[in-house]
């Protein structure tokens, strides 16, 4: 199966182009990346989603440039993204994070780089632990006073300094983008959210869509990335892959059902990260663009939708939290 030409998004305001289809480093074992990455590219694959939190980072770029060095890309054909952990949120600290993290790359600059959560939480220095986490000592989440526009701006200097094509945000709500853009001098480029049919997003979608934010969708197969690490209700959902709306759809077509999980997405200009570990599964994912879901059946996934969402912030903080000034 050849490498088909995967269908971009303009983003704004830099005029880049995005690939609707990428390649999501979550969960991708250190020993397993750099050749994930590297048969990622090779399949066709121009798009990867990575972050400090994945613990992954100076693995995939060692794939990165074993593909470069082997003539499959050239850098510039490459779409790389990182995060900004939780605990790096004050100004003094973003810059300190994302030289780290193009370091443990082997780059110069990210393509895109966004706030991973609107979260702040306590410094943790990076030769102390790395990543930092979640807890900040292994048994307490503890919240510290940045306020966004402050985390902000130290983003717009990494565009400034060439260490960021672009920027943008993860997790954010419609009242907190609002927010941010109150102060923004460089506006937010992605934003990038949990969506799938159990989770549908349609205000906050129609929202970034009139502010000319491109959207990126990570967990499109819903509870199915979640129920190996046991997250709660993940186990208890009817898997996408086999709801009868889904399978349906994907035997008329004759198409894996992950297939049409991404092309709902796709079609509505959303981008996807699926990841894949099977050659097979990982050729047909790149390939969910090069078919059309009928407007009934983009409509019939309207029903499917419960408010599921997986990656909810609420789920890390379980403990005492302590708010510093």
């Known amino acids: 199966?050849?490498?088909?030409?995967?269908?971009?998004?303009?983003?704004?305001?830099?005029?880049?182009?995005?690939?609707?289809?990428?390649?999501?480093?979550?969960?991708?074992?250190?020993?397993?990346?750099?050749?994930?990455?590297y048969n990622a590219i090779k399949t066709g694959y121009r798009l990867f989603d990575g972050a400090c939190d994945y613990g992954n980072e100076k693995e995939a770029g060692e794939g990165f440039h074993r593909a470069i060095k082997d003539g499959l890309v050239k850098r510039e054909d490459l779409f790389i993204t990182s995060k900004l952990w939780n605990t790096f949120h004050a100004k003094e600290h973003v810059a300190e994070l994302a030289r780290k993290q193009l370091a443990d790359y082997g780059l110069e600059y990210f393509d895109?780089?966004?706030?991973?959560?609107?979260?702040?939480?306590?410094?943790?220095?990076?030769?102390?632990r790395y990543p930092p986490g979640w807890q900040y000592d292994g048994k307490e989440v503890i919240q510290t006073n940045v306020p966004h526009a402050e985390t902000w701006a130290a983003m717009e200097k990494l565009v400034d300094e060439g260490l960021a094509k672009n920027i943008g945000i993860s997790n954010f709500s419609g009242g907190l983008i609002i927010d941010l853009l109150r102060s923004a001098r460089i506006r937010p480029a992605v934003l990038q959210v949990e969506h799938h049919p159990y989770l549908q997003q349609k205000e906050l979608f129609k929202f970034a869509k009139l502010e000319n934010i491109a959207v990126t969708a990570y967990s499109s197969f819903g509870p199915q990335s979640y129920i190996e690490i046991d997250f709660p209700g993940a186990k208890d959902a009817i898997p996408l892959f086999e709801h009868e709306?889904?399978?349906?759809?994907?035997k008329t077509h004759k198409r894996e059902p992950a297939q049409v999980l991404l092309r709902w997405a796709t079609q509505r200009g959303v981008a996807v990260i699926p990841k894949s570990n099977n050659q097979k599964r990982l050729e047909q994912n790149l390939h969910c663009c090069d078919f059309d879901l009928t407007e009934e059946e983009m409509k019939s996934f309207d029903s499917l939708e419960q408010g599921m969402r997986m990656n909810n912030p609420g789920n890390y903080l379980d403990r005492p939290i302590y708010i510093f000034a």
């Open 1 to 37: 199966m050849s490498a088909p030409q995967t269908p971009s998004v303009e983003l704004k305001p830099t005029g880049q182009k995005m690939p609707l289809v990428g390649f999501g480093l979550w969960k991708v074992t250190k020993s397993e990346c750099a050749n994930t990455v």
């Open 112 to 128: 895109l780089f966004l706030i991973h959560f609107p979260i702040s939480l306590k410094y943790v220095d990076p030769a102390t």
């Open 245 to 250: 709306t889904v399978t349906k759809i994907a």
